[in-house]
């Protein structure tokens, strides 16, 4: 949920990043065409990691790779900026794949179809929420681009609140991954580790 609600928020905001990295609009189904290839890499990927490493170590993997895309993001930098897109579609990739397969490990066939429920009330509410935030954040920045800029266009006030709102991007993950690692180290810390190299 932690990762996932983040990583999808900016899959929803592609259209408009990718203007703001003066790619053509023409080009935007072709590359997120290009970018649904990942679907056949990263699994792969995902199938070594879990198989190499702990839940924990994953988990601190995907937060590594969550924090990079999102610091990533923030630059904006013209057509290059495609490849944090890329990470980010590997990010949700990589979700989805360890919370079925560990979810699979420590649910019994009889709770799965529960649990599984459970996941997607989740992840449907922590992006619902993020979503919510993510809108009053755009427009207090709005109203604060506005301000020090009144002569710019709409456009020009909206693109700029847009970039200005990524900038908080990496901190709400960062604080939100800490925290969360924090409170799982302490009430995870005696429990078997489920998913060890298998």
Known sequence: ?????????????????????????????????????LGL?????????????????????????????????????????????ALVMSGLLLTAFFTSHYLNLVASSEQRATVLSFKGLAFNLAYGVIGILFAMLINRLRTSVKGHSPQWSETLIENEAFRQSYNWLPWYGGLLIAATALFCYFLLKHKPDYGTRA
């Open 1 to 37: 949920m932690m990762y996932d609600h983040v990583l999808r928020l900016t899959i929803t905001l592609t259209s408009q990043y990718l203007r703001l990295i003066d790619l053509p609009e023409a080009s935007f189904g072709i590359i997120m065409a290009l970018l649904s290839l």
């Open 41 to 85: 890499l990263v699994p792969k990927l995902a199938e070594f990691m879990v198989k190499r490493f702990t839940p924990a170590q994953n988990a601190a993997w995907l937060g590594l790779l969550t924090i990079l895309t999102l610091w990533l993001l923030t630059g904006f930098v013209p057509y290059f900026g495609v490849i944090p897109m």
